[in-house]
């Protein structure tokens, strides 16, 4: 399948293979659409594929599904993406036409520790796109930015993996969020 995915990236010029943005999101305002084709189209040949996989299968899946204690294919895609992937390309992948690569890459960035994590968060505070995300045997349907809202929480996902924000970076979320 990543053969397959390499072939037409390579040979279908501009072609994203990927679900459309969330009304509201990330085709709001002149020129963020192309902008975010863009940056897709300048990353790595290597991680357009891993972007284009994940994005295929369209799950957040945690380390581990299941009772064989096996961690999935799709887990292992966002590991690779952390480690092949700098700081600015995982940057790039947060304005991914696809949700659920924005939420891999966000929680990248939360692995890789990136300073201005917040200002991410907050420039996602408005990204309701529903992401699937299932950890252990439970499927669960979310917006993105509650997703990203669990990866910086002491509380929840990752433990001390992920960078943690303070919980006063969650109430500016949560005033943007619902504000107009």
Known sequence: MACLALLLALTVPG??????????????????????KSTQEALPIELQVLTDSIAEVNQIHGPYIGFDNTQPEQYLRFVRLVERADCQELLACTSHDNATVRAYAFWGLARKQYPDLE?????????????????????????????????????????????????AVHRKVAELRFSE
């Open 15 to 36: 072609q994203v293979w990927a679900q459309p943005a969330a009304p509201g999101f990330a085709t709001t305002g002149v020129g963020q659409a192309d902008e975010a």
């Open 119 to 167: 200002k991410v968060l907050l420039d996602h505070a408005k990204d309701e796109e529903y992401v699937s995300e299932i950890q252990g045997g439970v499927l669960t349907q979310i917006p993105l930015i509650e997703f990203m809202q669990w990866v910086v929480d002491p509380d929840m996902l990752d433990g001390d993996e992920s960078k943690k924000l303070d919980p």
